[in-house]
């Protein structure tokens, strides 16, 4: 079936750095915690001189790179979880920039949505209300997407095509109403009249 994945370099990133000795990658650690260390300590002095904007990106990229390397010792699953909570602090880091200034962000169902671990969830906790997520869906049609094969490991990209929706699926409620695009507020659901019923019962959703 088709699924979501880490990218190729990614993956081949990810893997080679596993495989790398467990004194190696400690020395890596140290290594990237002297670099944080001396942003931390020199920040108040570059600043004058590179402007604060370039300074805090200079940090900013450093960091990426310290969070990489703890990504990369994770199991599939740790990994998953390091990668949001991640992407949510770069998410944050990047708003605190502009403040007040709207942001829109574009990833993934799962990363975006309030579930825990998911990015989403942490930018939630962190904003609340103020942070508004939106989930992209279709019935059916063509994409591109991985293919992951029956022993669990996945091939290349490649197109793949989508019959009717399952009857029990948000995309079938979607398909009853006969409109080529729509947008829901599903915040409205909940207090909403008998029209919204088939909402509130279990429905799958795609996740492709």
Known sequence: MPKRRRSNGSRTAWAANCSVSGMDQDACRASLAS???????????????????????MKRLARLVSQWEDYSRQTTAGATVARD?????N?????????????MLWAHNFHVSRSSPSMGSHLAALY???????????????????????????????????????????????DATGMSRAILDARAVRNGTSAVEPLKRGLTMRSI
Do not use: C, K
């Open 85 to 89: 909570r991640y992407m949510a602090e």
């Open 35 to 57: 670099v944080d260390s001396l942003f931390a300590h020199g920040e108040l002095t570059w600043a004058p001189i590179a402007g604060p904007a370039r300074t805090s990106l």
């Open 91 to 103: 998410v944050a880091w990047w708003r605190s920039r502009s403040a007040g200034a709207r942001t």
């Open 128 to 174: 609340g209300s103020d942070y508004v997520n939106v989930a992209l869906t279709f019935s059916s049609g063509n994409f591109n997407a991985v293919l992951q094969l029956p022993s669990g490991a996945f091939g290349g990209l490649q197109p793949h095509a989508l019959a009717n929706a399952l009857p029990s699926s948000i995309e079938a409620v979607f």
